[in-house]
């Protein structure tokens, strides 16, 4: 099933513990980052701190008892995407509560080698996300399987990565 739309927004109002992300890209091109992007290539930067409707989120979730998270498994030298994302979006969600974490594959074997991009929600909910070659997403498909995998996933993903915060400042 092809999730968009409001059907898409509400498995982020409707999970009662847990959202969480796997992202192995190094681009995602976003429409809506566009002019921001561009910004930060001509060198903008984003001091923040601020509140959107992500952050908003991410502190409505934790007053309830959930919580959102994510790994982004990375190699350097970070792409000029990543770099823009660790600073518009990473640095200002991570200390609101939202439980970034990066696995950096750059001097090791990558332990989730040919697995793809998804959202997991309440721990039984998976969203397969996927992408173009250039980053830009083509879809977003609920997996309809046993979700055994990619909670494997997630257990291997969150023991071989290490804090956002813990990692920018190492």
Do not use: C
Not at 110 to 120: I, K, S, T
Not at 138 to 146: A, H, K, W
């Amino acid at each position: 099933m092809l999730l968009a739309g409001e059907k898409w927004q509400a498995k982020f109002s409707e999970f009662t513990s847990e959202a969480w992300r796997l992202e192995t890209r190094p681009v995602y091109r976003v429409p809506q980052e566009a002019d921001e992007f561009a910004r930060f290539l001509a060198g903008e930067r984003f001091p923040g701190p601020y509140e959107d409707d992500w952050t908003a989120l991410i502190r409505r979730h934790r007053e309830t008892g959930g919580t959102i998270g994510r790994v982004h498994v990375v190699t350097r030298p970070l792409s000029d995407y990543l770099r823009f994302e660790f600073e518009r979006y990473y640095r200002h969600q991570a200390p609101v509560g939202e439980d970034i974490r990066i696995l950096d594959v750059t001097e090791r074997t990558n332990p989730l080698a040919g697995v793809d991009d998804f959202w997991m929600f309440d721990r039984s909910t998976v969203v397969l996300m996927k992408y173009a070659d250039d980053g830009t997403q083509i879809e977003r498909e609920l997996y309809e399987g046993d979700p055994a995998p990619f909670l494997e996933y997630q257990r291997i993903a969150l023991a071989e990565s290490v804090p956002f915060l813990e990692y920018v400042t190492a």
